[in-house]
């Protein structure tokens, strides 16, 4: 099992978090929700889709800061939409294996033109014969054509 990943991003927000919830207006919900979508982002990586908006303000709601132009039925709403087709961030991890949005991935699974960014240090960083691929393992082959492996750590 991996071990949980602490961020003092993360954590400030958590620790903004108001103590009652009775004196925590809807504008300031809505807006600590979309920080920390932001911050997962930062935090993560992009996962693309996730916003959060504020619905038509409920009974007895005034706040008329919390509304947007966003479209939205009643409540408070996390919307999760569909996750672009293709990853969005291609990388060997520092374990070695090779990974596309935090999920492993096979050497086929890599298209023509994709950068795979190589997280490793020491020896192994830039070596595609280490690299871990879901399906194989190690492989002695070279990447598939068009994909480029370059180090995160890479001063150009």
């Given at each position: ?47 693309g ?61 890599l298209?023509?033109g ?43």
């Open positions: 099992m991996t071990k949980a990943k602490h961020d003092r991003l993360l954590a400030a927000l958590i620790a903004k978090l108001p103590t009652e919830a009775a004196q925590w207006p809807r504008a300031g919900r809505v807006a600590w929700l979309r920080m920390m979508a932001t911050a997962f982002d930062v935090v993560y990586g992009p996962c889709g996730i916003r959060v908006e504020p619905d038509d303000a409920g009974p007895g709601d005034s706040d008329e800061g919390a509304k947007t132009s966003h479209h939205a039925p009643a409540g408070h709403r996390v919307t999760a939409q569909a996750a672009p087709r293709a990853p969005q961030r291609f990388y060997v991890d520092r374990d070695g294996f090779a990974m596309a949005d935090g999920k492993p991935i096979a050497m086929e699974d298209p023509a994709t950068v795979l960014w190589d997280e490793r240090v020491g020896i192994e960083c830039g070596d595609a014969g280490a690299i871990l691929w879901r399906d194989i393992g190690a492989s002695r082959r070279s990447l598939p054509p068009g994909v480029t492996l370059r180090p995160v750590f890479d001063e150009s």
